[in-house]
């Protein structure tokens, strides 16, 4: 996207998931879809990273993120999950699938081919957030 301020390229930095208990939610990460901890605030506990590539995937405590002058609805399992999820793309789906419902995901659907060759699945994480597990297009 072009920064008409500058005339600059933006990318995407990061992506944050609003938490209870960020060391719970990178625990899980860790486990359920094998992502390596990067950075974690120790002395608040309150915001840490996933190393994902060139993007981190965060997570920020709900204490935190209430600082930021807006209002948000809490996410959970209790609750429809929102219109937005977060993918992963593997060469084993199956295996991922399998692997991040061992580890406490919930099974949304399981690895499905689409039409354009793609294998596709969907689990949630332990806050409710939509995780796509799939193959890579093309």
């Given at each position: 996207?072009?920064?008409?301020?500058?005339?600059?390229?933006?990318?995407?930095?990061?992506?944050?998931?609003?938490?209870?208990d960020?060391?719970?939610a990178?625990?899980?990460?860790a486990?359920?879809?094998?992502?390596?901890?990067?950075?974690?605030?120790?002395?608040?506990?309150?915001?840490?990273?996933?190393?994902?590539?060139?993007?981190?995937?965060?997570?920020?405590?709900?204490?935190?993120?209430?600082t930021?002058?807006?209002?948000?609805?809490?996410?959970?399992?209790?609750?429809?999950?929102?219109?937005?999820?977060?993918g992963?793309?593997?060469g084993?789906?199956?295996?991922?699938?399998?692997?991040?419902?061992?580890?406490g995901?919930?099974?949304?659907?399981?690895?499905?081919?689409?039409?354009?060759g793609?294998t596709?699945?969907?689990v949630?994480?332990?806050?409710?957030?939509l995780v796509?597990?799939?193959?890579?297009?093309?």
């Amino acid at each position: 996207m072009l920064d008409s301020n500058k005339g600059e390229t933006m990318k995407l930095g990061y992506t944050l998931f609003y938490v209870d208990d960020v060391p719970r939610a990178m625990d899980f990460y860790a486990r359920a879809f094998g992502l390596e901890k990067g950075f974690f605030h120790a002395e608040s506990g309150e915001y840490g990273e996933m190393l994902t590539g060139e993007t981190r995937l965060g997570f920020v405590h709900h204490d935190t993120a209430s600082t930021h002058d807006f209002v948000y609805e809490k996410m959970s399992l209790t609750k429809a999950a929102a219109a937005f999820e977060i993918g992963f793309v593997t060469g084993d789906v199956p295996a991922a699938f399998d692997r991040a419902v061992t580890a406490g995901a919930v099974a949304v659907s399981p690895p499905k081919t689409k039409p354009w060759g793609q294998t596709v699945s969907y689990v949630r994480d332990l806050n409710g957030f939509l995780v796509e597990i799939c193959s890579p297009i093309g």
